[in-house]
């Protein structure tokens, strides 16, 4: 990798570069990250893994340019490169000194994520796959919102957990029952498909040392906005400013209280197939608290 990553710095700064040192930074499960510091005192953001799935960090990078295109949304890392491999394995990054989020902070991020959310297009997908974790995004074009999040979402995961880890009859039926019934639950027709971080929990945005929010670790698409703002409620929710922030410029329909726990069964299913364990449960009481 030494080698591929020389040669990429090489690349972008159009003079050989030099690696003084590489520090090792704490972050998911799936990556090695690390803050390279350069001959040119400039320090740049690795993230690396050599067993990579295919188009992975391809993805992630393209998904970055798509979120930069919003200018009054959240700030995002500057993808810098990718490594040369017909496979990619690693994907420099501008590097952003995280900090710790003072007064204000919240109501910043709410207003930017509403403003994301503005950026829109005809249909509800992308017109590439990329990966939520490591599992494969699909994101086939749909016209209508319903059927794109219950065909590319939820039963995407259903087929998966079938093959790749096993469900359990009685949840297979029910998790069927709730796809039937969605289209009472979900009707948001005056909704237009918005420009989704696709992964927002609380670990992967942060100010800078400047209170600029920043997000990363994009799974990028457009969808119904209501599934990232359900994300940031899944482990931990934001401070009450923040919603307050993003209702004020961007309010969702009534209802968004009793909706947000049906876009976050697509990532306990998506849990379950990463790592198995209780996040079967917990997709099924969801889905048994819509059915009874």
Sequence with gaps: MKENLSQLLESIYGNPIQIKSFEAIGGGCINETQALKLSNGE????KSNSSAPKNFFTAEADGLRLLERSKNGPSVPRPLGISTESNPQFLLLEYIESSSPKV???SRFGQALAEMHRETQEQYGLDYDNFIGKTVQKNDLESDGLVFFREHRIRFQQE???KTRGLPTYIDKRLDLFCEKLETLINLKDEKPA???GDLWSGN???SHDQVPYIFDPAVYFGLREADLAMTEMFGRLPEEFYS???EVFPTEPGYTERKDIYNLYHLLNHYNLFGGSYLEQADQTVRSFLD
Excluded: I, S
Aim: hydrophobic share 60%; proline share 5%; glycine share 6%.
């Design 245 to 247: 922030a993003y209702h």
């Design 43 to 46: 320090r740049v953001f690795l």
């Design 195 to 197: 420009l989704l971080h």
């Design 205 to 207: 945005h942060f100010p």
């Design 160 to 162: 998966l957990a079938r």
């Design 104 to 106: 204000g902070f919240a």
